[in-house]
């Protein structure tokens, strides 16, 4: 742990990602030292004015044990006090290998218990049946023949969700991506992608805006919370988040997520996703992990990450006087990459489900016009730490450009 005159130390993975590199700045604010660490050698968080040190490590998705052993090893080298995982796969190594690391470093990482709800669809479900928070209506489904006999009951279309968005063994970490059927015919083309590899929920499709509530807790009480509503999503039927806005904390919402986390005496950053429509909410997910959207809760300011490192490292609660509800209602973020897809995809007039209608090209001329709006942020690129962003948007043309003739 740091002496009290000393620096902390922080390490941050996937630091190519926009929300890693809000919190490489977050924490380098604060004046601490900030590794950046990714798979990648070229990751945009290397860029940041804010990174003290850089580091590359085996990707945890094909090779789990070396990329513990290397962040093992980083703790050493660098004399880590905390490391943040980032994403799922870079979270779920660490999280099985705790052991190794809770005597020399801290790990934002929740608990194991709590974490096997989470990362387990069909449990928080149960979850929030038994605490009274409003679901989809669910079949957990395993083969093409028990999705067959459950469809009878539902109506088109159907959502399938893997019951595990990842699962980790030591061999990898195999990832499961939503998908949806508009009939029988698609039903069994999709559901035949998941027999034998990971049960399926079988689930009403809910219209309806996404809204995230997000939440710093310890030990199931909440420190801080922010929500937002999302305004463009990748692919339009449901997914990332492109475009996304800063709204009042609905105190139904709030109640939910309380909920779910004290039961799950979570410690740590989390959001829990929900639908909301016009009969009502439905609970979408808990997402256990550092959220994509998160660059916009600190543009809006509620600080997230400065007050997770501080809450492991300083033991101070983040904010006084109950629950930290303060920021910026209307504040708007994009993710550049994810905005450029959508526009692009509504400018082709691309539809990839026909119950899921793409805006009229209208839409995407508007959005595209907005990009200029300087009341808009964005989650990479900025004024006070240019590199990272200005590095995105070769990226991001090359990709575009990728995926044109690919459709060519």
Sequence with gaps: ??????????????????????????????????????????SLGFRSRYTWSRCVYPSPETDPPAYVEA??????????????????????PLSAARDRFEARCRLAIASEEALRVVTDKQKTLALAEQLGVPVPRTCL????????????????????KPQTSRRFDQAGV??????????MSRLVERMSQFEGRCPVLLQEYFQGEGHGVELLMRDGTPLAAFQHRRLREV?????????????????????????????????GLA?????????????????GRVWGSLPL?????????????????????AGEGGVDTRYVIGRRSRNLELDVVWIATVLRGKQRYSFAKTPPRIAGIAALLGMLNPSYRFDILSLDDPRPGLAEIPRIIRKLRRKLREAA
């Design 174 to 183: 195999e990832a499961f991506t939503v998908t949806y059927a508009e009939d």
């Design 271 to 287: 959001m829990v996703e929900f639908k909301v429509g016009k009969n009502g909410a439905r609970l979408m997910e808990i997402n």
């Design 141 to 160: 489904v395993e083969t093409v023949d028990e999705a067959r006999r459950a469809v009878e009951t539902f109506e088109w279309p159907v959502v399938l």
């Design 297 to 317: 809760a600190v543009h809006s300011g509620m600080d997230f990450p400065a007050r997770l490192a501080r809450m492991y490292l300083c033991d101070e609660p």
């Design 235 to 267: 692919p339009v039927s449901g997914g990332a988040s492109a475009f996304r806005e800063s709204v009042p904390l609905d105190p139904t919402l709030y109640d939910y997520a309380v909920r779910l986390l004290k039961a799950l005496r979570w410690t």
């Design 71 to 92: 962040m093992s090893q980083a703790v050493d080298d660098y004399g880590v006090d905390l490391i943040i995982p980032v994403t799922d796969a870079a979270l779920l």
């Design 1 to 42: 742990m740091p002496e009290a005159t000393g620096k902390p130390t922080v390490l941050v993975t996937d630091a190519g990602r926009g929300s890693a590199i809000t919190i490489i700045r977050s924490i380098g604010r604060l004046g601490w030292r900030v590794i950046a660490a990714d798979s990648d050698p070229g």
